[in-house]
């Protein structure tokens, strides 16, 4: 090994001392790679190091909400709008704009916001064990919305029209109604107005001016999918919301007493003591009148809404008349389908039933056994489709209608009139 090293060396010296020009190009070469190490140690390492460094501190910053605004604003936000609606995408909205939603929505419509409570007797019809039968006092409760500055509120009639009786009891009328407003712990007594228990509307009033009126948006306008919140005194509990989307529109529900609706359904939350609340949109507008709920086993996230669409005709007559004026044609009917339009020898249509003395129909010259298959030159198999024509009309409207009688045709003209 140390024979070797002495040949290389003696080598080495040979090549240099015979050429002057190549020892100068290899003591060159020498240098030239001691300053590239020079340069790589003490400029390039350190300054690799820092661009690694700042990546790092970079990446944790920008993983940090707050600390992301800061440093580029909502540029980002604004790019991937952009960027998604240029590729036909749903635009992106982040956490802390939604929270701004809702919070801008329920600032809006908590001060149009009303608690009812609704006091009525019990009766108990039999004794038990020796006691007499009682009466006693019981409370429900309510939200409601404040629709005018001088006091009117519109709310749900299955709140203020408590009457109803079982085989062992009877609800009374309501015997007072009490109102409570956003952010004011008196209570104010309420006159109840106008209640229809067809769509399930009343407007009530109290005697206060300068109230906060909620502000309706058009509710044929609304999406599925839109941002929804629901607001009322759920349990009681003043002044409650919560936050959903809406679910469907223009679905049609059948109440527990047969009642059908067409309403908005929502997920947001609406529980006992909603009824007569405020479905609302991004806004703080009005689109709905929270009414019912389904519920029970595998049922969640299912509440309804009115329309507030369908609500202002309703409201302005109940106001003005304390009642809906309804067009009116004075039978009953029923169905038949084409199982039972075989089996009677009659024809697929409705089945007068009865006929009321001195109603349109009986003016018009409707009779008992008379199957009513056309209204207005629409084919008819169900009195619902009768009633949908019927209601699209006005009190003293005329329509044609078209009955099969004793196996004839006759056309007949019915003159509406106002339901009693």
Known sequence: MEKNNEEKTSDFKTVKNSNNYNTVIKEEKVKNQKAKIGFTKGILIPFASGVVGCSIVLGVCFGIPGIRRALVGNNSLSSSSQSSTNTGLVDQTSLANYSDTSIYAANKILPSIVGIEVEYNVNSMFSMFGRQAQTTKATATGSGIIISEDGYILTNNHIVATSSSESYYEVSEATKVTVTLFNDETKYEAKIIGKDEQTDLAVIKIEKDGLSKAEFADSDSIKVGEFAM???????????????????????????????????Q???????????????????????????????????????????????????????????????????????????????????????????????????????????????????????????????????????????????????????????
């Open 230 to 264: 629901a607001v009322g005194n759920p349990l009681g509990l003043q002044t409650s919301i919560t936050c959903g989307v809406v679910s469907a529109v223009n679905r049609e529900v059948t109440d527990s007493d047969g009642k059908k609706f067409t309403l908005i």
């Open 266 to 420: 929502t997920d947001a939350a609406i529980n006992a003591g909603n009824s007569g609340g405020a479905l609302v949109n991004s806004q703080g507008k009005v689109i709905g009148i929270n009414t019912l709920k389904l519920s029970g086993t595998g049922i969640e996230g299912m509440g309804f809404a009115i329309p507030i669409n369908s609500t202002k005709d309703i409201t302005s007559q109940l106001i003005q008349y304390s009642k809906v004026k309804r067009p009116y044609i004075g039978i009953t009917g029923l169905d038949l389908n084409d199982q039972m339009a075989k089996t009677y020898k009659l024809v697929v249509g409705v089945y007068v039933k009865s006929v009321e003395d001195f109603s349109a129909a009986e003016k018009a010259g409707i009779k008992i056994g008379d199957v009513i298959i056309e209204a207005e030159g629409k084919k008819i198999t169900k009195m619902d489709e009768l009633n949908e024509i019927k209601n699209s009309h006005k009190i003293g409207d005329e329509i044609k209608i078209k009955v099969n009688r004793d196996g004839q045709e006759k056309e007949l003209v019915v003159t509406l009139g106002e339901q009693p």
